[in-house]
């Protein structure tokens, strides 16, 4: 069992950042890829990054990439999202997901196994 909680999440202005935190309990990160997704109002969950076990790896979805960076601290099991040049198309709430590293690295989500249970981004034009 993978215990995940998000934070870092709020209301930012366009061209803002943030930086979201997953911190992980019950099992470490070291021995699960690590995604982010989001979910906007309406709007199916969407994958936005994941990282393989070993970092070797990373996945972004075409609408981030070159602004939002996914990066894992296994030494706090803590799995981050820096997010830059923010859009108010990023609006969204954002969830961070463990798949198990025995399986191949995926952008889908039903194949993660544990979720946090989101922290909200809010960016105003």
């Known amino acids: 069992q993978v215990l995940l909680v998000e934070s870092g999440g709020g209301l930012v202005q366009a061209g803002g950042s943030l930086r979201l935190s997953c911190a992980a309990s019950g099992r470490t990160i070291s021995n699960h890829h690590m995604g982010w997704f989001r979910q906007a109002s309406g709007k199916e969950r969407e994958f936005v990054a994941a990282s393989a076990w070993n970092s070797e790896n990373t996945y972004y979805t075409d609408s981030v990439k070159g602004r939002f960076t996914i990066s894992k601290d296994n030494a706090k099991n803590t799995v981050y999202l820096q997010m830059n040049s923010l859009k108010p198309e990023d609006t969204a709430v954002y969830y961070c997901?463990?798949?198990?590293?025995?399986?191949?690295?995926?952008?889908?989500?039903?194949?993660?196994?544990?979720w946090g249970q989101g922290t909200q981004v809010t960016v105003s034009s």
């Open positions: 997901a463990a798949q198990a590293r025995t399986t191949t690295l995926s952008i889908k989500t039903p194949n993660y196994n544990y």
